[in-house]
């Protein structure tokens, strides 16, 4: 068994796969004072990545939870679901959202009315919802972390010749001697990603969970590849340009879950602008650009070359399906709409349920004078079945 993986490994790690022809690992071993990259070096992630969960545990009960006192981040009342032990015993073993038939079962079960079984099911999955303060202190946290990343990523990347000409990118590709700066660039980013993976079962799940899990596993696999072939340079300038603008984005969420909404509008239309800037321009027609057809002028493809390539092409259809929705958001700043919130992956799974339940309110909500008031603020007759709107 431990003779098949050991040729297994060594097939995998062949040098015609992942090198030019007549370059190899041997080349990425430390002489003349210089120092390369080593897959050994990756094992330090894992210790960084608890770090930071310890470290994000103490600031979000620390910090963020003073700045979110400070800028008055208030929670909306919600109704709770009464007590009912059959309800709440399907609710835990069989099911949240449960079919037709069962809602009609249940009926029987409880003596309740389907309308009244429907409002419980939705006010208890509303109780579930993660609060504010939750999604503050998750906001607080991804916007110090790619706030300090963007900063240290640009002051070790700044005097850099790479920086200004991509090119630059594969001067003596694959023999790169590895910078201190370019080693804690990477470890940190990866430990921090690494981070997301181990505490996703606990944070807001967002309407992209699926997409931002693809998106964290692409990014570790695209960095850990980059570091174990030596594309030290070109991967420093791609962690640059995610961090570019996600700080940003956190930003534009706790202002908005502050309430400063003009505030988080103004941010959020700069976060797009970034945004496109960023992934749309700058990492395709020049960073992907050079990676893609520069290296084809010095060597014949290569595996390596494509698998690199492709891990970047995956988190490009990522960046124009998020682009859409950003572009959608753009919608929303026309005159009326005050209200800003991160379609790219801000609205739970179970929003919908809260809008349900607010909707319920407003059609319950009369006035002594029998008017009702509509969900666009206007004053509506309520007489028997005709609406009429008031001027």
């Known amino acids: 068994m431990l003779t098949w993986l050991r040729e297994l490994s060594d097939w995998i790690w062949q040098d015609r796969l992942w090198f030019p022809a007549g370059l190899g690992w041997a080349n990425l071993k430390d002489r003349d004072g210089q120092v390369f990259a080593k897959g050994r070096d990756l094992w330090v992630i894992f210790p960084i990545a608890v770090c930071f969960l310890i470290i994000r545990q103490i600031f979000e009960r620390t910090v963020a939870v003073q700045l979110a006192s400070l800028l008055r981040v208030r929670e909306k009342p919600r109704v709770r679901a009464a007590p009912n032990t059959t309800l709440e015993s399907y609710f835990c073993n069989a099911s949240k959202f449960p079919s037709q038939s069962s809602v009609e079962e249940l009926t029987k079960q409880s003596a309740c009315s389907v309308r009244q079984v429907q409002r419980w099911f939705r006010r208890r999955r509303n109780q579930e919802r993660p609060s504010q303060i939750k999604k503050f202190r998750e906001a607080c946290w991804r916007f110090t972390f790619y706030l300090l990343a963007f900063i240290a990523g640009l002051g070790a990347l700044i005097d850099k010749p790479w920086f200004y000409d991509m090119e630059e990118m594969w001067n003596g590709f694959p023999t790169l001697p590895l910078l201190p ?24 799940k967002r309407k992209d969970f699926k997409e931002q899990i693809v998106h964290h596993v692409a990014t570790i696999l ?18 640059l340009v995610h961090d570019a603008s996600d700080y940003l984005l956190e930003s534009a969420k706790m202002f908005n879950y502050a309430g400063w909404r003009k505030t988080c509008n103004y941010i959020f239309i700069l976060f797009a602008a970034v945004f496109i800037l960023t992934r749309l321009v700058i990492l395709p027609f020049w960073i992907i650009h050079t990676t893609w057809v520069y290296p084809l002028t010095l060597y014949p493809p290569f595996f390596g070359f494509y698998f690199f390539n492709g891990l970047l092409f995956v988190l490009q ?49 009369k006035t002594k004078n029998g008017f ?9 007759l309520n007489n028997n079945h005709h609406h009429s709107k008031m001027e």
């Open 222 to 239: 695209l960095i850990s590849f980059s570091w174990l072939v030596n594309y030290i340079r070109a991967g420093t300038l791609i962690m």
């Open 372 to 380: 009702v008031l509509n969900g666009n603020g206007h004053t509506v």
């Open 317 to 365: 259809c990522l960046h124009i399906f998020w682009a859409g929705l950003i572009l959608r958001m753009a919608i929303k700043f026309l005159p009326g709409n005050d209200i800003v919130e991160d379609e790219r992956s801000d609205r739970e799974e179970t929003e919908s349920d809260e809008e349900d339940d607010d909707h319920e309110k407003r059609e319950t909500k």
């Open 181 to 204: 700066s370019q080693y804690w660039y990477y470890m940190i980013e990866l430990g921090f990603y690494i981070s997301l993976l181990f505490s996703v079962a606990t944070d807001v």
